[in-house]
């Protein structure tokens, strides 16, 4: 099977001719009728709610991307959407004004927008694959855009619509695998170079998660000065912290941990001290949690998620407690046990209760029988709380 990669179609183009079927709820055709937008085996167009057809527009609006698009060529020539219908089919009904967007607060068609506007949806270029080969072929690469991931995948599309010398600069940093600080990047950052996961992860940091918007902004620049040294500061924060690397650093998200914790001062050798003494812990589930938990000054231990007693266990404190209570006259939650209220002297069932520490998991408390009593569910929230 063939495939190429096409830039240079428009909206325009696309919607050349666009046809769609108010009835059957299809678009139809495009391209002055070489393109079938909807073959027998697509889904109807479902995009018209209003919000996603909207959504589509405002997406040509701001100039970001509207994704990959799949074309199926056949042998005679004709061209078939295979993915992206719904988008084509949004583009073609706005630009022959069926629907609305809000501009300026106003709901407005295609044709009251200003003409600049018009151009600049028209001109909008698309992303758009076209493939060709035998129905078989096509039936299994159709099952693999929609199953398994595509061919390019998130980051690598993104590379590719917002081409030019930003991107090129950007790559030969931070997706170049001869780039001597890879080695020491890679315990922090998790996958790989080459499909461009440490690039995504620089973008992502930079741009507090709006990597498009950020690409799309710097574009043309002729320089990658902030992208590097925000990249830089991150690593250099988590380095200066962390001093003992553990692979559980790897993928945590440094960018969002150093917005947070940054003008916040620590001494790297308690810090490390106190990494080690979680790492021995036995009884903490989430090691990638230490990170965070060290960073909020060790306070949120949920994190951690930290051993909870097992069901043996909880059972034969219940049973205890309880039989102990019964023999008193007073509850078997020894907290309602202390109070005045009718609780005083209520019997809780097993599923009333929640396990507790004695002593907190924090001061040193373990988790095993001798350390387990059980509290009703409103104490034991109460205590949990504190
Ligand atoms: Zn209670």
């Known amino acids: 099977m063939k495939t190429a990669l096409h830039t240079e179609w428009t909206v325009k183009d696309i919607c050349e001719g666009f046809v769609y079927n108010e009835l059957e709820g299809k678009g139809l055709f495009g391209m002055n009728g070489r393109l079938t937008i909807q073959p027998e085996y697509q889904r109807n167009y479902i995009y018209a709610d209003g919000k996603k057809d909207v959504a589509v527009i405002d997406s040509v609006l701001k100039g970001y991307p509207i994704g990959l698009i799949y074309f199926n060529k056949r042998e005679d020539g004709q061209l078939e959407v295979l993915d992206g219908q719904q988008r084509i089919t949004s583009l073609g009904r706005f630009v022959t004004s069926k629907f609305a967007i809000k501009q300026d607060g106003m709901e407005q068609y295609f044709r009251g927008i200003a003409k600049d506007k018009q151009d600049k949806i028209l001109g909008t270029k698309l992303l758009i694959y076209v493939c060709e080969g035998t129905e078989s072929e096509i039936k299994e690469w159709f099952k693999t855009i929609n199953i398994v991931g595509v061919p390019l995948n998130h980051q690598e599309i993104l590379n590719a619509i917002y081409s030019g010398t930003f991107v090129t600069l950007a ?84 960018g969002k941990l150093y917005e947070e914790y940054h003008s916040h001062p620590y001494d790297s050798v308690k810090v490390a001290k106190k990494q080690r003494e979680l790492y021995e812990d036995y009884y903490i589930k989430n090691k990638k949690g230490i990170y965070e938990y060290i960073l909020g000054d ?3 231990n949920k994190l951690l998620e930290v051993r909870c007693f097992d069901e043996p266990t909880k059972k034969s404190v219940y049973t205890k407690q309880t039989n102990e209570a019964k023999a008193k006259g007073i509850s078997n939650c020894p907290l309602c046990a202390l109070g005045h209220d009718t609780n005083r002297s209520r019997i809780w069932k097993l599923t009333d209760m929640d396990a507790d520490h004695v002593t907190a998991w924090s001061k040193g408390g373990a988790t095993n029988i001798s350390n387990c009593q059980m509290l009703c569910k409103t104490h034991n929230r109460a205590k949990g709380n504190k």
């Open 171 to 254: 790559k030969e940093k931070f997706s170049n695998s001869q780039n001597s600080n890879i080695n020491k990047w890679s315990s922090y950052i998790s996958g790989a170079v080459k499909r461009q996961d440490y690039l995504q992860c620089a973008l992502d940091w930079v741009s507090k998660g709006e990597i498009e918007k950020y690409m799309s902004d710097h574009r043309h620049d002729t320089d990658i000065n902030e992208l590097e040294n925000y990249f830089n500061s991150v690593i250099d924060w988590v380095d200066g912290v962390f001093v003992n690397i553990e692979k559980e650093m790897c993928g945590l998200p440094w």
């Open 298 to 300: 060790c306070k949120d």
